[in-house]
């Protein structure tokens, strides 16, 4: 029954879909690239938060809370801040320059060797990182939920490679041939399923450990793990307090403003007022955020009692032992959902950077716009392959969550810098934006794959070396002896805007940038766009304050 539900709601939602963009003229890039450019404020919204709100959320920072408690949050509430962000300064420059990616904005300010090391930056980034991980932790979840091993007579390693490539060639089909505007309606119908579905998991969670009681239930929880719900982290939990003002918000607005998997979702909408109302939608959902995948992580600790062997197995494990049977085909439906909408939209970002930033710039510069996405869909077959390769070796790198987050920085923060650098001057050159990006990327390498080795080993032999044992104190003493990776982007985006300044001011450009207005997009505002950016701030401040 479970099964059948699940297989229902999920073609169901296929049709729909299907229905809903039938019409859509994909055989031009901006039909299929970017929906024709006429995505709703709702559509943004919905899009937007599903393309996020993924089994990598679900499941690596319910993890993190499993382990660490509800300062993890902070990846939460702050992206609100950068959505904010995004909608004022930079969502306005986008649409202004009619943008399809944002490499394409480099190529202009800079030039065309600029905007291919982006693309393949973030092609590499979606290949190696982002793609396996969404399909490993998709396949941890539906794996968890429907006990695959036990229903198929495999085992547990056997049960991630058939859903990883069960999920990958079902996501590559929907992706590849459906294009930016069948990805944005399933997930807007999704979105609502997720965040109801995702709701009744703690409220049932609650209602089990306060015996029908949810009120109960949510003070057992706190009255039993105090140091589990504090908003500011310490200096050995994953996330410290302090790094909100270093690299995290960093972090969150290269994700939220500068990530082709995001923001071309806003890149879609019809006029800035849809794209900057959708933005704001999205953020006030956001602050919300934590009781979707945060609080259940918690409820998960105190059910069982810290035993898991793998703390990402907490959610899943949650959902099946807290939820009605009746429920469960209904999220899983919808949690299937959340996967196939991240996959897809990673996967029809890097179609879109492929076929317009490569192919079309140096494979053949004379094709049409019917070869270049068609092209650009057989590079997404290949791309998704090769991802599904990729997964399932994930099992062995550790906190999902910290890891995607920490290899994310090979490439986030320098496309932030030249991206920052290229709106804000106007004589910085482009032989300034390649230093940058492979300045960044190499300083972050050698930081986070050799000096950190380096260090921690030296500093934990010395602890071991003076008779320290202590847990604690030897996770202290490992907090201590290098910079947090979020320091280490903020130290890093400094130093390349530094860089790029010196260069700019010894060989500036011949001529200053001038952005021109394409006319592609009305860009006329949402009058209300910087009062509800303030509410969401001021929201953002007052949740921090409550659990401190």
Aim: glycine share 10%; aromatic share 10%; net charge neutral.
């Amino acid at each position: 029954m479970q099964f059948l539900t699940f297989i229902g709601f999920t073609v169901l939602v296929a049709v729909i879909s299907y229905l809903k963009t039938r019409r859509t003229d994909e055989g031009t890039s901006d039909g299929y690239f970017l929906g024709g450019r006429s995505l709703t404020a709702g559509v943004v919204a919905g899009s937007l938060l599903l393309t996020n709100l993924s089994t990598e959320q679900l499941v690596g920072l319910n993890g993190s809370a499993y382990q660490s408690g509800l300062s993890v949050m902070v990846w939460e509430t702050v992206a609100a801040v950068a959505m904010v962000l995004t909608a004022i300064f930079l969502l306005p420059r986008y649409l202004k320059g009619g943008l399809t990616t944002i490499p394409g904005f480099l190529a202009e300010r800079f030039d065309v060797t600029t905007k291919t090391l982006t693309s393949v930056l973030f092609l590499s980034g979606y290949v190696v990182v982002l793609l396996p991980v969404i399909l490993y932790s998709g396949s941890l979840a539906i794996s968890g939920m429907f006990d695959v091993p036990e229903l198929l007579g495999v085992t547990q390693t056997q049960s991630i490679w058939i859903c990883v490539w069960g999920i990958g060639i079902i996501g590559s089909i929907y992706a590849v041939f459906g294009g930016l505007k069948a990805v944005a309606v399933s997930d807007s119908i999704n979105a609502i399923g997720l965040l109801i579905g995702g709701v009744l998991i703690p409220i049932f969670g609650l209602l089990m450990i306060g015996d029908g009681n949810m009120l109960d239930g949510l003070s057992i929880l706190t009255t039993e793990h105090p140091d589990k719900f504090k908003s500011m982290g310490g200096p050995t939990d994953p996330v410290p307090f302090y790094t909100i003002f270093t690299g995290m918000m960093l972090v969150n607005l290269f994700y939220w403003g500068t990530n082709q998997q995001i923001i071309q979702r806003a890149l879609g909408a019809k006029n800035l007022k849809e794209g900057q109302k959708g933005l704001l939608l999205a953020g006030f959902i956001k602050i919300l955020g934590p009781i979707i995948v945060v609080l259940p992580g918690l409820i998960a600790y105190h059910m069982f009692q810290g035993t898991l062997e793998n703390a990402d197995s907490a959610y899943p494990m949650l959902v099946k032992k807290v939820l009605p049977t009746a429920f469960v085909g209904f999220f899983a439906a919808v949690v299937f959902g959340a996967i196939l909408s991240s996959f897809n939209s990673v996967l029809n970002s890097s179609v879109t950077l492929f076929g317009i930033d490569v192919y079309k710039q140096h494979i053949n510069k004379d094709a049409d716009e019917k070869t270049v996405v068609k092209y650009g869909k057989t590079f997404g077959i290949v791309l998704a392959i090769a991802a599904m390769f990729i997964a399932p070796l994930i099992a062995n790198a550790g906190s999902l969550f910290a890891y995607l987050q920490e290899i994310n920085g090979i490439y986030s923060i320098p496309i932030l810098t030249i991206i920052v650098v290229g709106y804000t001057t106007k004589r910085v050159p482009a032989i300034a934006a390649k230093i940058g990006l492979i300045s960044g990327c190499l300083l972050y390498i050698i930081s986070q794959f050799f000096m950190k080795d380096y260090f921690i080993g030296k500093a934990l032999a010395e602890a071991s070396a003076s008779g320290v044992t202590d847990t604690a104190a030897l996770a202290l003493v490992e907090a201590q002896a290098y910079p947090h990776f979020l320091d280490i982007m903020a130290i890093l985006f400094v130093l390349n805007i530094v860089i790029m300044l010196i260069i700019g001011k010894l060989r500036p450009r011949e001529t200053p940038f001038v952005q021109e207005y394409t006319k592609q997009v009305d860009i006329t505002p949402y009058k209300h766009v910087k009062s509800v950016g303030l509410v969401i701030c001021l929201l953002v401040i007052a949740v921090y304050v409550y659990f401190a």
